[in-house]
């Protein structure tokens, strides 16, 4: 019943979170990302930004409000369809293992997503620590790209590189996910960036809605 | 820049390099240990009347007891039980530490639980435990290993777990679950290589913590019977006949003891400094 017809998006309904007793960092929060649409958002730095990207992927559970994935509640157990693309891809990768471990434990991506990103084929040999950043991190975006992925939250997911590559990330990106019918949250503080690829842009601070009750 | 990288990264080769040699010198030591002692029958320390009390010689190197028998061949058949005591309560113990540590990291619950555990085996001293588990098992080789087993694991399970926390927290071992990987996949995948270092460092630590204790607590006549010749044992009964002279029988089974011990301990620091030098 709680399912109704057509609501193929992801919504955040009333979300508040604050850490452990301090203030609320937001409260109620509405939020509703349809499928295959790409909604930029920017934002002071601090503004919890990262932490409603935490909440969306099941990272954090919200103090209050709930979030619907096309309709479901979605238990926590399983592959979980909303995947968060982290910031920093150095902590995002064990540093123990090979590249093609990391692919490995993806499980069933697609040999289109690595040339598309530009995944050299002698780097699945190296371990994390003979890869730079912007190397490392074509690998974390690849991974979000699962067979079971539905959205994707990206929080500042291209500020190690370049313009040009940072051009040419984007660009894949976006045909994999147009490909594939995912929607998705951009983070960055890059508005031109996010004018670019977004088919909607949002002011965090104006989602936030009473930013600084206190209690 | 580069310049720096290169030459740290050929120091280090180096240095792991003469790590690795001095670590083979001491395997291959404490095999003459083991094969020597497995090889030793029951006619080289067999009684023989006609060659008691003599002291040390080309033809018996440590000398011989009061009934005749090779102190030399005694001592390594001593050192070798000691070493298998020590390998099993060393293994034991490290399993245990193993399992309690993964336990820990799996909830609070059971963490609270794994930490009172700690707690109260750390703040009686160990050898009482040790004694007491060795007495009601009634000695022997069992008695020894099972005490020593559910003794030495504290330390080793604290560092295992706190080891296993931070791991827990990083980013990497979050998305692995979000990516819908089971707890056993992550753990055999991302926690055992991670703190595999640690738990043979731990273990060759633990080892010969566990062959002095064997040896303590069988000096004390707590541990291994007095038909079995163990170090212990055989210090024991040697401290009789100190007073008539046969120094002996106490100097050189004790002096291998404390190479066997040092050796692991020379071991384990050498593992710990190869896995993270600095
Ligand atoms: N684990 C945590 N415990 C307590 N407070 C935290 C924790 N993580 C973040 N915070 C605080 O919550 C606030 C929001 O942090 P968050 O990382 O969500 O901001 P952000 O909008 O992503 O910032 P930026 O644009 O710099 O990435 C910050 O004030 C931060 O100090
Ligand atoms: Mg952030």
């Given amino acids: 019943?709680?399912?109704?017809?057509?609501?193929?998006?992801?919504?955040?309904?009333?979300?508040?979170?604050?850490?452990?007793?301090?203030?609320?960092?937001?409260?109620?929060?509405?939020?509703?990302?349809?499928?295959?649409?790409?909604?930029?958002?920017?934002?002071?730095?601090?503004?919890?930004?990262?932490?409603?990207?935490?909440?969306?992927?099941?990272?954090?559970?919200?103090?209050?409000?709930?979030?619907?994935?096309?309709?479901?509640?979605?238990?926590?157990?399983k592959y979980y369809p909303v995947q968060l693309i982290w910031q920093h891809p150095e902590k995002a990768i064990n540093p123990n293992w090979k590249l093609s471990t990391i692919i490995d434990e993806a499980e069933g991506l697609n040999e289109e997503i690595f040339s598309l990103l530009g995944i050299q084929k002698e780097w699945l040999n190296r371990r994390p620590h003979e890869l730079s950043g912007g190397e490392l991190q074509r690998f974390c975006i690849a991974r979000a790209f699962g067979p079971n992925t539905r959205y994707i939250v990206a929080d500042e997911i291209t500020s190690m590189f370049d313009a040009l590559t940072q051009a040419q990330i984007w660009h894949a990106f976006i045909k994999l996910v147009k490909e594939r019918n995912i929607g998705v949250l951009a983070i960055s503080h890059h508005i031109p960036l996010l004018e670019k690829i977004s088919d909607r842009l949002i002011d965090f601070n104006k989602l936030k809605s009473c930013p600084n009750i206190t209690n | 820049?580069?310049?720096?990288?290169?030459?740290?990264?050929?120091?280090?080769?180096?240095?792991?390099?003469?790590?690795?040699?001095?670590?083979?010198?001491?395997?291959?030591?404490?095999?003459?240990?083991?094969?020597?002692?497995?090889?030793?029958?029951?006619?080289?320390?067999?009684?023989?009347?006609?060659?008691?009390?003599?002291?040390?010689?080309?033809?018996?190197?440590?000398?011989?007891?009061?009934?005749?028998?090779?102190?030399?061949?005694?001592?390594?058949?001593?050192?070798?039980?000691?070493?298998?005591?020590?390998?099993?309560?060393?293994?034991?113990?490290?399993?245990?530490?193993?399992?309690?540590?993964?336990?820990?990291?799996?909830?609070?619950?059971?963490?609270?639980?794994?930490?009172?555990?700690?707690?109260?085996?750390?703040?009686?001293?160990?050898?009482?435990?040790?004694?007491?588990?060795?007495?009601?098992?009634?000695?022997?080789?069992?008695?020894?290993?099972?005490?020593?087993?559910l003794t030495h694991w504290p330390s080793l399970t604290r560092v295992l777990r706190a080891e296993l926390m931070q791991m827990k927290t990083a980013e990497y071992v979050q998305i692995s679950k979000k990516l819908g990987k089971s707890r056993i996949w992550m753990v055999r995948n991302h926690f055992l290589p991670q703190i595999l270092p640690q738990l043979l460092v731990g273990f060759i630590l633990l080892f010969p913590h566990a062959i002095l204790h064997e040896s303590a607590i069988t000096f004390l006549g707590f541990g291994l019977s007095p038909e079995q010749p163990a170090i212990g044992i055989i210090l024991a009964e040697s401290m009789k006949y100190l007073t008539a002279g046969m120094w002996w029988l106490v100097l050189f089974p004790g002096l291998s003891l404390i190479l066997m011990v040092a050796m692991f301990e020379a071991m384990g620091n050498n593992f710990r400094k190869m896995f993270n030098p600095q």
């Avoid at chain 2, 720096?4 to 690795?20: C, D, E, N, P, V």
């Avoid at chain 2, 005749?68 to 058949?77: I, V």
């Fill in chain 1, 1 to 77: 019943m709680e399912k109704w017809l057509g609501a193929f998006m992801l919504e955040l309904k009333n979300i508040s979170f604050r850490y452990n007793r301090s203030k609320w960092l937001f409260k109620h929060v509405n939020l509703a990302i349809g499928q295959g649409e790409i909604v930029g958002m920017y934002g002071k730095s601090g503004s919890g930004k990262t932490t409603l990207a935490k909440i969306m992927a099941n990272y954090l559970s919200p103090a209050e409000g709930e979030i619907l994935i096309d309709g479901e509640k979605m238990n926590n157990e």
């Fill in chain 2, 1 to 149: 820049m580069k310049y720096h990288s290169i030459s740290f990264g050929t120091r280090m080769a180096i240095s792991r390099k003469g790590l690795l040699l001095k670590l083979l010198g001491l395997l291959s030591l404490f095999l003459i240990f083991v094969i020597g002692g497995s090889f030793i029958g029951e006619e080289q320390i067999e009684a023989n009347m006609s060659q008691k009390n003599l002291g040390p010689s080309i033809r018996h190197l440590f000398g011989t007891d009061w009934l005749g028998r090779d102190m030399f061949f005694r001592t390594l058949s001593g050192l070798h039980l000691s070493f298998r005591v020590g390998l099993f309560s060393a293994a034991i113990s490290t399993l245990i530490a193993l399992i309690l540590s993964l336990l820990s990291s799996y909830n609070k619950y059971f963490d609270a639980m794994v930490t009172i555990l700690i707690d109260l085996l750390l703040s009686i001293p160990h050898l009482v435990t040790l004694i007491l588990i060795a007495f009601v098992l009634g000695g022997g080789v069992k008695g020894v290993v099972v005490g020593i087993a």
